[in-house]
């Protein structure tokens, strides 16, 4: 059992920057970050592996987003730069555990704004 706390969502004007971080109670295969807007379907924005390997970024978010494992132990990150108005959501971390695995853990979701 993973369990996965986030923080540092808020709100930001458009052209802003935010990050949001997930903590892990314990190792994980890979971490995603998921998001989803109101009246749209979650959608994958970035996907790490446990070694560092960045295995995907949405299209609509890449060189704007980057994706990160911390120092510390089983943190990650997701930095979110020049943060347009439909970035807003609310973001989830979400822990694949093993190789083959699904994405089975999930956090509590951080709500993402971006003011016009």
């Known amino acids: 059992q993973v369990q996965l706390v986030e923080s540092g969502g808020g709100l930001v004007q458009a052209g802003g920057s935010l990050r949001v971080s997930c903590a892990a109670s314990?190792?994980?295969?890979?971490m995603g970050w998921f998001r989803q807007a109101p009246g749209k379907e979650r959608e994958l924005v970035a996907r790490?592996?446990?070694?560092?390997?960045?295995?995907y970024y949405l299209d609509s978010v890449k060189g704007r987003f980057t994706v990160s494992r911390g120092n510390a132990k089983n943190t990650w990150y997701l930095q979110m730069n020049s943060l347009k108005p439909e970035d807003t959501a609310v973001y989830y971390c979400?822990?694949?555990?093993?190789?083959?695995?699904?994405?089975?853990?999930w956090g509590q979701g951080t709500q993402v704004t971006v003011s016009s």
């Open positions: 979400a822990a694949q555990s093993t190789v083959v695995g699904t994405y089975n853990y």
């Open positions: 314990g190792r994980t295969y890979a």
């Open positions: 790490i592996t446990w070694s560092g390997t960045i295995t």
